[in-house]
């Protein structure tokens, strides 16, 4: 891990993003986790903010998140958070050895094949479209989205059997990756009591202070 570019206080970065946004969530957890200091930048997708110039010469996708550390720009929520968690290598959440890499890659590439993409579906029916004014939500896509939620909780539930965490029973970004893909589990009434271990785990994150710190404030009417 020493490989790695360490962080350099006084020089912040700067994190395009949105407050509402799981995805942009991955980032600021482990940031607030670590206790490094990054300039928010919220982009407004309603007020095309997205597709400017200036945004789109830092990212061209014109999507969010998006770190900017000096002359190094990287989008990708999942790969910003490895790349801030290898800011700080002592605090231990990037593994230790090939196998605890591996792992956490497993979980990370998990999660944006699996679980955050039908738990979007749910936020984006039920939640999106309410705030962006974009009609009724799609019944036949939430109930498609939500078998294959239980599906993946269950695969979930088995692997924390026994567990506090998911690799090496340490806190790493694997946890911190997953856990802001349930950030909205609750409001949303996901099935997650039904899986025991599921519930404790995401218990035992929530009840850090970088949890705490980047919990998004709902507009009202947002469900």
């Known amino acids: 891990m020493k490989a790695f570019a360490r962080f350099q206080p006084g020089v912040p970065m700067k994190l395009y ?3 509402l946004s799981p995805n942009c969530r991955r980032a600021t957890i482990v940031a607030a986790h670590l206790g490094l200091p990054i300039e928010l930048k919220p ?3 309603t007020k095309g903010e997205h597709k400017a110039p200036e945004f789109l010469a830092v990212n061209p996708n014109g999507m969010i998140p998006t770190l900017v550390d ?3 720009s990287l ?3 999942r790969a910003i958070l490895q ?3 290898a800011k700080k290598p002592e605090a231990n959440l990037l593994g230790h050895n090939d196998k605890e890499w591996a792992d956490i890659a497993r979980w990370l590439f998990w999660d944006a094949s699996h ?3 039908h738990t979007g579906t749910v936020v984006f029916e039920n939640m999106v479209k309410r705030i962006l004014n974009m009609g009724p939500p799609d019944e036949a896509a939430i109930a498609a989205a939500m078998e294959q939620l239980k599906r993946f909780y269950g695969v979930l539930d088995a692997a924390l059997k026994g567990k506090k965490y998911l690799v090496a029973n340490r806190l790493t970004v694997a946890d911190l990756a997953l856990a802001a893909t349930f950030t909205y589990s609750d409001v949303l009434k996901l099935p997650v009591k039904d899986y025991p271990n599921v519930a404790a785990w995401l218990a035992r994150i929530s009840a850090l202070d970088c949890w ?3 919990e998004p404030k709902l507009p009202a009417g947002a469900i």
Do not use: H
């Open 115 to 117: 679980l955050a993409r």
């Open 212 to 214: 705490e710190k980047t």
């Open 17 to 19: 993003f949105n407050p």
């Open 43 to 45: 982009i407004d997708f």
């Open 75 to 77: 989008w990708e929520s």
């Open 70 to 72: 000096g002359d190094f």
């Open 83 to 85: 790349y801030l968690a």
